[in-house]
């Protein structure tokens, strides 16, 4: 059951693990066989308000908004809708300009997150249609807000979100895509490939699972480290904002993410043969300037850990350590790509002895301010 640990270690562990079938119910009757339609139900009634949106601000907090700046790369590229993302606690308190033709997603697993609802309210006021996407039914957000969808994650017992992320992101890349359709800025061919892409996502993560024994014996050399940098572009880096998060949130080692184009502007100063860096760089668009970033990071004798597209044997030979993900089409790579950090920050809270599901410091849901 959800509240029983189910023979692994920790919540944590089997929620990672859990996520082949988490994502298989958040697409459950969302994706048609055939891969013509996506149907988000909740949606039904306010897609039109969706087309006619001038602008979308997604608002988050934490891996929630995570999920939002992944979704804002989403419905730009697809449905050409003006995306903005904010930080919940930001957004209440900064006078926004928000109006009737703007649609207001909140993103929340729990729906009680404090300033999330806080941000709800505000939006409601100034006129803004809100939408929820969220975990919990029954939750204050998804009480409060116009209509939405739940992520179908079930219950999320580690305090470090894991599956309810994946679930976010399989959501919002559901609407986007089905946003693009209505608005008839994606094509056919290019819709029903995607659509066939997601359905492919559980699948592939349960042979990134497979990975697991690999990535804590990478776990292991690198565990004394006290500080980590994580990159990735495009989609990836949310993704590599989330996994620096993982690592910070539950083994306490200093971890940022960042665009890994901006790695020049700042992070380059701390690379030395102390500091972990780990690189989203899967086979896509922007492969040949990851590349370079690892290049760079290793003519500094950074230490390389490189996520990459399986039989990229490219790479191999340029990083010191190497996880494979089956390849996939780069807008929905994200929910594959964050399953070994999460395993990665999972081995090293776990070897340094962390409270892996009961981190100090967090809450599962922050309903104070
Ligand atoms: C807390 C949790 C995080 C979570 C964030 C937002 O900080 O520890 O894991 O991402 O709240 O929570 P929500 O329930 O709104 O998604």
Redesign the pocket.
Known sequence: GALDKGGFEHFMLKEIYEQPLTLEETFRGRLRNDHSEIVLGGLLDVFPKLEQAGRIIII??????HAALIGEYLIEEYAQTPVEVEY?SEFRYRNPVIGEKDVVIL???????AD?LAALRLAKEKGATVLGIC??AGSS?ARETDAGVYTHAGVEVG???TK??TA?VAVLTMIALQLAKRKETIDAETYRMLVKELSETPAKGRLILESNKKIAAIAEKYKEAVNALYLGRGYLFPVALEGALKLK?ISYVHAEGYAAGEMKHGPIALIDDNLPVIVVAPQDAYYEKVVSNIQEVKARKGNVIAVVTEGDTGLHEMVNDVIEIPRSHLAVAPLLAVIPLQLLAYHIAVLKGCDVDRPRN?????TVE
């Open positions: 988050g907090c934490g891996t929630s908004w919940a993103i929340s697993q729990s729906g009680e997150t999330t975990n919990v957000l305090v470090a979100s309810a992320f976010q949130e967090l809450a599962k849901s922050v």
